[in-house]
């Protein structure tokens, strides 16, 4: 598989990565077994770059990530893992902790449960308001020193708060929403980064299953499924969603691939610093995810996916209004 290196200071990667998130919650029940022989069906195929957070089902995704590389020798994959997001007993969110006392409070156990002595990329999940970013970044820099990370990345964060924490310690790479139909980045985040030597790893490159192809007005409706209570999913803005799939399809079609294969390739062709990340359960998910780089998108194929998906065509947001309050990313820089 391609390689692809996360910005100026970051590590070399797989030209695409796996998210393992929905292998433990939100996107409903999820079979272990199948889980964790999707990651050893990943790595298989080239993929190096696993991303989870310690916050995934409280621990458990980081053991089940263990679990599925206990045979695996550590230096053949790169782990990226967010922090500082705080749960309840119930699952639900609490809020940010990324002062530095709490951080190496959160590393400790995300090393225990992962079963390792470094974690590649280590980042804040979200920007926690009351700490500075400074004095996150600063505390992160020790733990680079330490040898317990070995590169710091961001998560949504806006174009001011990469600068300031990039002036701390270089920055490896931002993980932030990137599709077709989620296109925020482009606003001024994307040529920060650039400036500044920082890679992008896309989640959402499919909308979490929006725009893949496979999903319809049915879908998520057995078992717990949080994108049911996302406005992207819901009444009218589901069917206007669903309608511009449907364009997606007629170019996959003319193309010679599936919707999903054209929207992971769609990602990817925008910059060779950028690495979608994709969230396969299932290993005949991953396949046709694996399938993407293989789809050669043309100018004139380009254009017609420009035409198709102009910036901001989807119809609401792409969290609710409480979660969208603490996206950095959504903030308009200053300069």
Request: net charge neutral; with cysteine.
């Amino acid at each position: 598989m391609e390689q692809r290196k996360l910005g100026s200071t970051g590590p070399t990667v797989s030209a695409l990565g796996l998210g393992c998130m929905g292998m433990s919650e939100v996107y409903g029940p999820a079979d272990r077994g199948e889980s964790i022989a999707t990651v050893h069906a990943a790595l298989d195929a080239g993929i190096t770059l696993l991303d989870t957070g310690d916050f995934y089902a409280m621990g458990h995704n980081e053991m089940l990530v263990r679990e599925a590389l206990k045979d695996v020798s550590r230096e053949k994959v790169q782990i990226s893992v967010k922090f500082g997001a705080l749960r309840g007993p119930a699952g639900e969110f609490a809020g940010m902790d990324t002062r530095p006392a709490a951080t190496k409070n959160f590393l400790a156990y995300s090393l225990q449960r992962l079963g390792t002595d470094y974690i590649d990329v280590y980042r804040p999940a979200r920007l926690d308001p009351n700490i500075p970013i400074e004095e996150t970044i600063g505390g992160l820099a020790d733990l680079v020193k330490a040898g317990y990370i070995r590169h710091i990345g961001l998560s949504e964060a806006g174009s001011d708060t990469i600068r300031r924490a990039h002036a701390v310690h270089p920055i490896a790479d931002l993980q932030i929403e990137y599709s077709l139909i989620e296109r925020g980045i482009e606003r001024g985040i994307l040529k920060t980064c650039r400036e500044l030597g920082i890679g992008i790893t896309a989640y959402g490159v499919l909308a979490r299953g929006l725009i893949s192809g496979h999903w319809s007005k049915d879908s998520g409706k057995t078992g717990r499924d949080y994108r049911l209570m996302t406005p992207r999913f819901q009444g009218a803005n589901l069917d206007a969603n669903l309608a511009l799939v449907e364009s997606l399809r007629a170019i996959a079609t003319e193309i010679g691939a599936t919707p999903a294969q054209v929207a992971i390739a769609w990602v990817a062709a925008q910059g060779k610093e950028i690495v979608p990340l994709v969230g396969a359960r299932t290993r005949n998910r991953l396949t046709e995810a694996l399938g993407a780089t293989k789809v050669t998108l043309t100018p004139a194929h380009l254009a017609a996916l420009a035409k198709a998906f102009p910036p901001d065509v989807a119809s609401g947001t792409r969290y609710a209004a409480e979660q969208m309050a603490h996206l950095d990313s959504e903030k308009p820089a200053t300069r």
